[in-house]
């Protein structure tokens, strides 16, 4: 799929952008997501692999892109502040409409930190799913979704699907007990086309996504971050195993 899309954007010369929100440190086939795309953009909210408060960043490997992303970000102008002391100028122009983006020098400086605990953020993840998955691959009713062969998953979420009927227990019922038992379980994500804006704006509603509708029904995120201890992650699964 990834090859038949960069394909096609070339063929109508459209530039491919990502949304990588989620994939920070992930690969595929050895190529790192933030490479695959002419433009990748990746959230820093405090939940995501690394973090800078908040915001996010956009990769490329065009400069022309860069620059225009540069301009974008800091309300059309052709120079920041940075590059008019470099130069010994006061002088910019604003050229095209933009929005003032600009991350923070601090923030900057939390993110560089962190990007250098990815590496282990990321292991330490891979470890927590891989001991879910080996305890749920024994269990009736909990299924973890998949992931293709020759993928790096970056695992942002743990998501897993409850099977209708199992014990006789939903989704919902699911979620509130083991909210009422202390696990931070939640639910990624609702369906866009039923949110409010959508719906009014396009008319769109239950049955026009069916399969998606179907899968929000029975799915449920559980926790996963680099600091829980593989007790932490047993007493999730002792959680679910006592439902």
């Not at 282990?120 to 998949?146: K, S, T």
Request: hydrophobic fraction near 40%; include cysteine; proline fraction near 4%.
């Amino acid at each position: 799929m990834r090859r038949w899309t960069i394909v096609l954007a070339g063929a109508v010369a459209l530039a491919l952008v990502a949304d990588a929100a989620h994939s920070l440190g992930a690969a595929d086939r050895g190529v790192p997501v933030g490479s695959l795309a002419d433009l990748s953009t990746f959230s820093l909210h405090p939940v995501k692999a690394i973090t800078t408060g908040e915001g996010g960043v956009v990769t490329t490997d065009d400069t022309r892109l860069a620059q225009r992303i540069r301009r974008f970000r800091n309300h059309g102008f052709t120079r920041d502040h940075h590059q008019r002391t470099e130069a010994g100028s006061w002088f910019y122009e604003m050229t095209e409409l933009g929005c003032n983006y600009r991350i923070s020098d601090i923030q900057c400086a939390l993110g560089l930190s962190q990007l250098q605990k990815l590496d282990v953020f990321i292991a330490r993840r891979q470890e927590i799913a891989e001991r879910y998955d080996r305890a749920f691959a024994r269990m009736q009713g909990v299924e973890p979704l998949g992931v293709r062969r020759g993928l790096s998953h970056g695992r942002h979420l743990y998501v897993v699907r409850i099977k209708p009927g199992w014990l006789g227990l939903d989704r919902r019922q699911a979620f509130d007990r083991l909210r009422a038992a202390g696990i931070g379980v939640n639910v990624h994500y609702i369906p866009v086309h039923l949110h409010p804006f959508y719906r009014e704006r396009f008319g769109t509603g239950e049955g026009d996504c069916p399969v998606a509708e179907a899968a929000y029904e029975q799915i449920l995120s559980l926790p996963i971050f680099p600091a829980m201890s593989d007790a932490d992650v047993d007493e999730v699964v002792a959680a679910i195993e006592g439902l």
